[in-house]
């Protein structure tokens, strides 16, 4: 073999070498960044609110807990849960912080909005937010038994329910829901023009609505009333804005 084809052999196996080392390389930054993603989908595990812990927390923590959930909402900057793990941890007791009663509106995921994980929040859900016998059940079970210490009933802009009841919407079970609305447009004192086509009207009376239903705690049930005159929860309202996800506490 003269020294030309020695020259090529040698070549050609320090190249191949080199491709080797090269996939080698990238295989191993490949599966580093796989565990990283993976870290990231697996998420944290939060330890589960405990009845003590519950116990330590006052009406106004919860509220504040609430807002600061809302901003990392805002800004995307959503906690990473590991649910799977959450759910197993919840099993055997459950001490949320508070019961959110919103609408059924598919555009105002209620933990989402808080960032919020399994066991943190009860949410009642009825189109409208507003209460009935059952609703107030609910709550009187999460804040007399189960501890909770904010009552919070949210509405949003741009609410069909809301909307629907401004316009006085007669159609089949829909008219029966929408009469436990009325009352807060009817209430309303406003020279404007009072249909859905005017956003300020519309506001009014998404506002004047959660205002009506607190009201309606207070006054359908007792055990409620009595334990916020007590100081033991709160019962408060707020507006979830569509627009940038921002959710304003009511005064």
């Known amino acids: 073999m003269n020294g030309s084809k020695f020259s090529s052999i040698i070549l050609l196996f320090v190249l191949l070498a080199a491709c080797t080392d090269a996939k080698k390389q990238n295989a191993s930054a490949e599966t580093v960044n796989f565990e990283k993603k993976k870290e990231e989908i697996v998420g944290i595990v939060e330890e589960v609110l405990t009845k003590e812990e519950q116990d330590a927390l006052s009406p106004d923590m919860v509220i504040q807990s609430l807002k600061d959930g809302n901003e990392r909402f805002v800004n995307n900057d959503l906690t990473a849960r590991n649910h799977s793990a959450q759910v197993r941890n919840s099993v055997k007791a459950q001490y949320p912080k508070a019961i959110v009663l919103s609408c059924v509106d598919s555009r105002v995921p209620v933990e989402d909005v808080f960032d919020r994980g399994i066991g943190d929040l009860f949410v009642a859900r009825v189109a409208g937010n507003f ?58 004192k406003y020279e404007g023009e009072r249909t859905s086509k005017n956003q300020e009207f519309v506001h009014m009376a998404c506002e004047s609505n959660i205002r009506n239903t607190i009201e309606n705690i207070r006054m359908s049930s007792p055990i409620l009333k009595q334990m916020e005159s007590d100081g033991e929860i709160k019962i408060v309202g707020a507006i979830y804005d569509m627009d940038d996800g921002s959710v304003e506490f009511l005064k």
């Open 131 to 188: 209460v009935n016998e059952d609703i107030l059940g609910s709550m009187e079970f999460a804040c007399k038994v189960s501890g909770s210490k904010l009552v919070l009933v949210m509405g949003h802009e741009h609410c069909g329910a809301i909307k629907a009841a401004v316009d006085d919407v007669k159609l089949g079970n829909i008219t029966s829901m929408l009469s436990k609305i009325r009352p807060a447009v009817e209430s309303i």
